[in-house]
């Protein structure tokens, strides 16, 4: 038997990548998840969806947990006649909170574990390796595949983590319009002044230390001249309220590529702008992971 012939599920948590200085290094794991169900069949591709996205992702092979699967199948090897897979959406697509990571680590996941004995072909670092190409940076498909606090770099061609246990109080704040994260990206410069490439790489070492053992130190370590500014534009109200909450002291970022408000903080309720979601979250210590 090539195929385990039960369903298999996976919960999987939102992500949230840069965390101010570290972009396209850190991220972080939060206690939010979508669960996905995989299931092999005799032939054909469907799809049950709910939640986010339901009314705009497509079902069919151009489905980004159908995409991330099709490539880890190829890592392994073989190929089944036939999927269906189930998807429980609650993590927002296009918020800056790492909902294509968290579809492209549930997949190359669920792939290996379709496969029996697919844990002996491919190993969590070449899965790891897959999901950064699939994902185009390595920041949010490493907490969403282990877990808690990452620092991630690109060495030579492949993509290694380090992963840390770490806990905070984290408050989202959750726009109801979409950024998608290639137009967030494209408001990037090819070159930034030294000064602040300088400015970066201290407050990333900081906000390490910060996050592992001086949280009193986040205010300064969550300063970033990198992204934020040059996508302020395409986010006014979400950079309004970062600036606002960091008057106050409050440790305030945008989250990935934006538009959704990152604060190292609970009990914000008053900051909440009318019309956008808020939610009180915990690092998610573990990443994609099986439910039985
Ligand atoms: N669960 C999902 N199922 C299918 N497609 C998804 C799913 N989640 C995300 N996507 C695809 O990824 C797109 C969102 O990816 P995008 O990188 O723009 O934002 P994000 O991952 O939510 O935010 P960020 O990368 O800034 O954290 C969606 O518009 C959709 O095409
Ligand atoms: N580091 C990425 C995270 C979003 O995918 C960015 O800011 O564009």
């Given amino acids: 038997m090539t195929f385990v012939d039960v369903p298999v599920t996976v919960r999987v948590p939102a992500t949230s990548a840069n965390l101010g200085p570290g972009f396209d290094s850190l991220g972080m794991a ?3 998840y979508d669960e996905v169900t995989a299931e092999v069949t005799t032939s054909g591709l469907t799809f049950d ?3 986010e996205g339901a009314d705009e992702v497509p079902r069919d092979e151009t489905h980004l947990l159908y995409r991330a699967m099709d490539a880890a199948f190829d890592l392994l090897g073989e ?3 036939g999927l269906h897979l189930t998807c429980r959406n609650t993590i927002p697509h296009g918020r800056g909170l790492g909902s294509s990571a968290a579809a492209i680590a549930a997949g190359v996941v669920l792939a290996r574990a379709l496969v029996v004995g697919g844990d002996e072909r491919v190993d969590d670092t070449t899965l790891f390796g897959l999901a950064t190409d ?3 940076h390595p920041d949010n498909v490493a907490p969403a595949l282990f877990g808690g606090f990452t620092i991630s770099w690109i060495e030579g061609a492949a993509a290694e983590t380090l992963r840390l246990d770490v806990e905070a109080d984290v408050t989202v704040f959750v726009p109801p ?5 290639s137009v967030a990206r494209g408001l990037l410069p090819e070159q930034v002044p030294h000064g602040d490439a300088s400015f970066n790489a201290g407050r990333t070492a900081l906000l390490v230390a910060a996050l592992t053992s001086a949280p009193e130190r986040l205010i300064s370590a969550t300063e970033d001249r990198l992204h934020q500014p040059y996508r302020a534009e395409a986010m006014p109200d979400s950079y309004k309220l970062v600036r606002q909450l960091r008057v106050e002291g409050v ?3 945008i989250s990935g590529a934006g538009p959704t408000v990152l604060a190292f903080a609970h009990g914000l309720e008053a900051w909440s702008p009318a019309g956008w ?3 009180e979250l915990r690092v998610s210590p573990e990443g994609v992971h099986f439910r039985s």
């Fill in 134 to 136: 699939l994902e185009g």
């Fill in 49 to 51: 969806i709910e939640g």
């Fill in 30 to 32: 939060l206690s939010w």
């Fill in 251 to 253: 440790p305030a970022v």
């Fill in 79 to 81: 190929k089944p006649a």
């Fill in 277 to 279: 979601a808020r939610r």
């Fill in 177 to 181: 319009e979409p950024v998608a994260t």
